[in-house]
């Protein structure tokens, strides 16, 4: 089963949740699906693992990035740039937003109002169960209701991010897996797909999902750590063999 994702398509999440890993690698999964696929890093709050540090292997793989400029790379300031307005007015395949954390992060939502009106927007929720405020039903639900009320735009669908980092095992992933799929069902919101390691993959048993996998080939590391190479014959696309 394939992600079912194009157009504008919005991650947002609680700090912690993994958001811009996932859009990093939701970019290079559709890209090599055949997609022309953009992405804004419009991460304005958290200097840290934004998606602007994985740019060079992204625009080798030929996914466009549009990032503050140059000298505002490090700074913590509200930067929006009109090429920001522009992609989204003029959306290629995929046109990806990833967003601050929290519903602090997902203000900048609401200033570009504007061009969003009128368009047809997934706009998805990054969860994982493992992190503080997202481990109930109820956390999940106050932090989407939050993040609705800062952005103003609706949220319409869960992404299943579980992990412990470098302790994730695949019964971790099984037990977010169904817990994400829980809470599909109490908010009503389709369960767009789960991502899992390429170190876990080879133990998945992908009867377990029904829903699609995102391998994650991580390029948020710690310094002391390298960032898996994205180089576009890695890996097919996500699948879920059901």
């Not at 503050?68 to 930067?79: F, G, N, R, T």
């Not at 003029?90 to 200033?111: N, R, Y």
């Not at 209701?145 to 952005?151: N, Q, Y």
């Not at 908010?187 to 797909?193: A, C, N, Q, V, Y």
């Amino acid at each position: 089963m394939e992600i079912d994702l194009h157009g504008i398509v919005v991650i947002v999440g609680n700090y912690g949740s993994g958001k811009t890993e996932v859009s990093i690698n939701l970019a290079v999964n559709q890209k090599r699906a055949g997609m022309d696929v953009r992405i804004a890093d419009l991460d304005l709050v958290n200097p840290y693992f934004r998606t602007r540090e994985a740019r060079n292997p992204l625009s080798t793989l030929g996914i466009d990035m549009v990032l503050p400029p140059e000298k505002y790379m490090q700074a913590d300031l509200p930067i929006l740039t009109p090429a920001i307005a522009g992609m989204i007015r003029q959306p290629t395949e995929m046109t990806l937003l990833d967003v601050g954390g929290d519903d602090v992060g997902a203000t900048v939502l609401a200033s570009l109002a504007e061009p969003l009106r009128g368009k047809n927007i997934r706009m998805l929720q990054v969860v994982n169960p493992f992190r503080p405020f997202t481990d109930t039903v109820q956390g999940c639900l106050k932090i989407r209701d939050e993040i609705e009320k800062a952005s103003k735009m609706t949220i319409n669908g869960i992404i299943g991010n579980t992990n412990l980092i470098d302790e994730t095992t695949m019964t971790d992933i099984y037990e977010g897996y169904d817990f994400v799929h829980a809470l599909s069902e109490a908010s009503g919101l389709p369960l767009e797909f789960v991502t899992i390691t390429t170190e876990l993959f080879p133990e998945a048993d992908m009867k377990r999902f029904s829903c699609p996998v995102l391998p994650i080939e991580r390029q948020l590391v710690p310094p002391w750590k390298k960032a898996a190479n994205l180089g576009p014959a890695l890996l097919k696309p996500a699948y879920n063999n059901i």
